[in-house]
């Protein structure tokens, strides 16, 4: 994906990876989560935890999470971005509101763009289970930045 960025918008990058017309970056397939959603200032992505997920105490590990949602909300951003423009998260800030577990089952993280400017944008994600009960909320602050043409 490195070395397509810049090259199209931000919502055509995440709608070549939503189509695997792009490899998804590493970071999915450690985790094993996935895109499942992209429209302007609005990306979805995907977790079913499993063991690997989980801490020494049995439930899933924040960390996990945390990278889910700041992957939404750091999505939300880049679907907006024009070509050229890339975006790099400053801060995330997570409230965890329920347990989860392997039981839980699937996890969406519905990440949305707050506001945008030229430098900064704000974001937000939350993640819900399959009954739409809400697991943990975030922000995220992304800084935005010109790519160096190729």
């Known amino acids: 994906m490195g070395a397509t960025a810049g090259r199209t918008t931000g919502v055509e990058v ?7 017309r792009l490899p998804a ?3 999915v397939a ?4 996935a895109l499942d959603e992209v ?3 609005r990306v979805v992505f995907a977790l079913v935890p499993g063991e690997e997920h989980c801490n020494f ?5 924040g960390g996990v999470y945390a990278t889910l949602l700041d992957s939404a909300a750091g999505g939300a ?5 024009p070509q050229g423009t890339a975006c790099t998260s400053l801060d995330l800030s ?4 329920r347990s989860n577990t392997v039981d839980t089952g699937k996890v969406r993280a519905i990440g949305t763009v707050v506001s945008r400017g030229r430098q900064t944008a704000l974001a937000q994600a939350q993640s819900v289970d399959a009954k739409d009960r809400l697991l943990a ?5 992304c800084m935005l930045f010109p790519l160096p043409t190729p």
């Open 77 to 81: 951003v880049q679907s907006t971005l």
């Open 57 to 61: 105490l049995g439930s899933v590990h």
């Open 25 to 27: 970056p590493p970071i």
């Open 39 to 41: 429209e302007e200032s």
């Open 94 to 97: 997570v409230k965890f509101l």
């Open 137 to 141: 909320h975030a922000t995220s602050s």
């Open 30 to 33: 450690a985790l094993d989560f």
């Open 14 to 20: 995440l709608r070549d990876l939503l189509e695997r």
